[in-house]
């Protein structure tokens, strides 16, 4: 095991080479082990179509998930708010690394908030759930739909085309582009993406020394964070651009480690918003995801997200 060369699958975009050249490098440095890039083109990659229209939930893994299957690659770094919540038949994520700060940012012209900005201006996102909490905020906001990398985003504000994108900190905690941020977005304002800021490292399930040599790459509090927020998105049946957002928080409780985890199901338009929180012990995280979906499902979810039950 110590000679063989790992063959490391990621996308090719400058933030997927970040996450997975951070992986790497941790790899090497703290495994004394090898590692060959591998980048392999996805679907979202390939298309400027809205990830809706590409199939969502998948999009930007399939391709990944399909190397690793055939042996083209040994394991694969992935954004994991990007997998899909079903388990991957012949698969499994090893890892949960340290999570960076999963909050969502805004980067805006003339270095102006969400609040500063004046009533018509125009943001630009892809996403859904930023889209509806954007419009529930009430500041006369408008929503424009744009796609493309980090790089394509920022420079719609610069050329004028929007008045400020929302982005995630991590992305451009990872490309060390924080400078750019004119305002982090609280929470309570705005919820991530469930795992926004985490990366699942996964791999063969049959690869034992693999599985063996990366597990300790895991960090407990983040796969319960991650764990219990996947678990709420899990049990509403929505998929990854769905009007979902969710953020678990770990500390330490009384009787040992806990979770508080927000969730929150909104309307695309941003007219109706529903939001609760639970706790619960790290070691019941997929309980506490489970137990709060259903709360928010009896106050209506479904309808909101369109969801026929």
């Known amino acids: 095991m ?16 970040a996450q997975s050249g951070g992986v790497a490098a941790t790899v090497i440095a703290e495994l004394s082990r090898h590692v060959e890039m591998v980048s392999v083109q996805t679907a ?19 391709a990944l998930r399909d190397a690793l299957l055939s042996d083209e690659v040994d394991f694969a770094v992935h954004s994991y708010k990007d997998l899909p919540t079903a388990p991957a038949a012949g698969l499994v994520v090893v890892a949960v690394p340290l999570r960076q700060d999963a909050r969502d940012v805004l980067v805006a012209r003339d270095g ?7 009533a ?21 906001l408008g929503v424009v ?43 309570l304002q705005m919820l991530p993406a469930p ?35 996947r678990a709420l998105l899990a049990a509403l049946e929505a998929g990854c651009t769905a009007p979902v957002g969710a953020l678990a928080d770990v500390a330490e409780g009384d009787d040992g480690s806990e979770l508080f985890l927000r969730g929150l199901v909104a309307a695309v338009d941003g007219t109706d918003v529903v939001r609760l929180s639970a706790t619960g012990p790290t070691s019941d995280a997929l309980g506490v995801g489970s137990r709060l979906a259903a709360e928010l499902l009896d106050l209506g979810a479904a309808d909101l997200m369109g969801v026929t039950r």
């Open 195 to 229: 795992a926004q800021g985490a990366l699942a490292i996964e791999c063969r399930a049959d690869d034992d020394e693999l599985l063996e040599l990366l597990a300790s790459l895991d960090d407990p509090d983040t796969r319960a964070a991650v764990d219990a927020e």
């Open 120 to 140: 018509g201006s125009r943001i630009g996102t892809g996403s859904p759930r930023r889209t509806a909490q954007l419009l529930a905020l009430g500041l006369g």
């Open 44 to 62: 979202g990659d390939l298309s400027p179509a809205a990830i809706s229209t590409l199939g969502g939930t998948g999009v930007f893994v399939t």
């Open 145 to 187: 739909p744009i796609r493309g990398n980090v790089d394509t985003r920022i420079r719609k504000v610069i050329d004028g085309e929007v008045d400020g994108v929302v982005l995630a900190r991590a992305g451009l905690a990872r490309l060390d582009r924080l400078d750019e941020i004119t305002e982090v977005i609280d929470p």
């Open 112 to 118: 102006l908030t969400l609040g500063e900005l004046p």
């Open 2 to 17: 110590a000679d063989r060369l790992l063959r490391l699958g990621t996308r090719g975009s400058a933030l997927a080479l």
